[in-house]
């Protein structure tokens, strides 16, 4: 198996070609010599299944013919292999000698044949030169095919269409059809093995015209193993999904890729002897009892798929996903999904890799990871956790104004590292009256040799500050005359902590484009305003003047999708993230996210709602209890 390694109990091994071939000497599992009998588990076990039998496979010179081909010679397989390639056939013949045994040559088992499998006179003519040189045939593999570049249904053109549709299907007719006339004239039965495509099954977006040629495919192995049983040629299509081959990524994007891996239960995609291993199985009389079979070589995307994708062939979830993941933007930036990992403090009281372990989860999941000020790892150390290509966020508290020298630090500090966007944290400075703490007699930042407040802990100004007044004192009221000093940071500034309509109308005036509506989840002020119940009516009177996010009590997909309809263009996850960082680390973060965004998605697939556009996501999709109630009055309801 190219790249990867074999145990050394496998019952395979690899030859000096590469070519994955079984492992006669490999041991006993213990209690297998004491298995209970029966006439076939009496019958011996040869390595060479196919001793005596001959091979057609059309399209054998790429690399899944080629590995095939060395397969089935290992097998004990005549093999005959067909390209419209010359010099892709005459590059395998080394390859294939190498599978055979010493001394043994090359001709009298393996004929290459150049021709065009589209045209029915060189497919006969393949036929009939197998027949010619080695008497007979008993297999044959129909892998000729291409993949159309990814397009929109609405790009592709009739000229597409006659290519794709010729390669994949006519040529798979012809094949079939000439194949299966000299096996039934021969008379001793066979095996005709398809190959098609998960395409076939479930469709792919973007290429529907590939995805209709494998539907033909399995179409037309289904109806040859009805007409051609009686003959005792057996018939089966096996389904791909993608097959690590040279040039298996054209046609899909880095992101297609990534969800298709995601796809799969098996952490990685299929190579060619995943395909060779079955169609062997398939030639072989392991298979005798075997026809109009699909057998799919997907690594469980279709299992996968059940939990993961939705009803048919997942077009409508596709086109859904499409939409949502280009549906918000945070100042220009593209965001896959309306979720962010709000700046929580001290994370390393929760687990050792504290905020690296946030910060490595929130990029492998596409999700904006802020920084906070009062964090356990450094300002540098979080920029080189989320790459060179990260966007950074740095969030402050901001001392007090006579503490400007100590923002200016921590500031060009940050600008140093490549934080670009700049939150801004209102009113929560200091801890709140926490009954449960006293309850339990904890206190994160008195007594804990986790809790080092690095970003300030390793800066030369605070400590200096720090080491003469024993603290510094945060500023508790920040004015528009505060804000426009802070205006001298070179980006983007969004202020954390909107409580009211006159802050979200006075940043609006400060000339601020985000504010997070929040009320840092009830976690330091009792009796505050109701986050949720605050947000429509911060929207209705700014408006499309700023970008809103929200925060404060998110949970939940459902959470999500709830604070979106009222107002909210993104929302920030405080609670949930640290839950999964305490209980598994970067993992525990990663299924957080995953979790929440599969809920969304769920959420929104079952209220029929296409997408977080604000045309189809708003206030008409909520429904009150007032409301229900409201709908049945004047019925006696008890």
Known sequence: MLGRQNSVNSTLSRSSSGIIVPNMHAPVRPGMERAPTSMALNKPLSRLRL????????????????????RLLVEGATV???????????????VLRAALPTGVPIESRLLTIAADATIEEDVEACVKKTLQRFDRLDIALLNAGVREEAKSLFDQSEEDYEHIMSVNVKSAFFCVKHVAAAMRVLGNGGSIIFRSSIAGLRGFPDQAIYSTSRFAVRGLALSAAEELGQFNIRVNTIHTSIIATPGYKEGWSKENLAEVKEDTSLPRFGMPDDVASVVAFLASDDSRFMTGGCLKIDGGSEAKGYVYGSASTRETTNKNRAVYKKCTTLLGEKLQFPIALAPVR?????????????????????????????????IEDVAEAIGKDGQRRYQLYWPSREHDDITISLLSRAKKAGYGVLFVTLYTYIIGWRPSDMDNGYNPFMGSDRV????????????????????????????????????????????????????????????????????????????????????PHIKDAVGDKLTIFFDSGVGSGVDIA???????????????????????????????????VGELELTLHLSEIPSVDKKD??????????????????????
């Open 562 to 596: 709830k604070a979106m309809a009222l107002g909210a263009d993104c929302t920030l996850i405080g609670r949930p993230y640290v839950y999964g960082l305490a209980l598994g680390g970067e993992q525990g973060v990663s299924h957080v996210l995953k979790s929440l």
């Open 80 to 94: 005959a292999i067909v390209d419209i390639d010359q010099p892709a056939l005459q590059s395998a013949i080394p």
């Open 346 to 378: 001290v994370l390393k009281i929760f687990n050792l890799s504290g905020e690296i372990a946030a910060t490595k989860a929130a990029a492998k999941e596409a999700v904006p990871y802020i920084f906070s000020s009062a964090a356990t790892a450094t």
């Open 617 to 638: 996501l708003n206030r008409s999709v909520l429904v009150q209890e007032d409301d229900l109630f409201n709908t049945v009055k004047g019925i006696d309801i008890h």
């Open 51 to 70: 001793d005596g039998q001959v091979a057609l496979i059309f399209g054998g010179g790429g690399k899944i013919g080629i590995e095939t081909a060395g």
């Open 452 to 535: 080092n407040v690095e970003p300030g802990l390793t800066d030369p100004v605070f400590r200096k500050q720090f080491k003469e007044r024993h603290g510094v004192q945060i500023e508790q009221m920040l004015d528009t005359a505060a804000l426009e000093w802070m205006q001298h940071w070179d980006g983007p500034i969004i202020l954390k902590g909107i409580q009211t309509v006159g802050d979200a109308v006075k940043a609006v005036e400060a000339g601020v484009q985000v504010i997070i509506v929040s009320n840092h989840g009830g976690r330091q002020q009792d009796g505050g305003n109701s986050s949720p119940g605050i947000l």
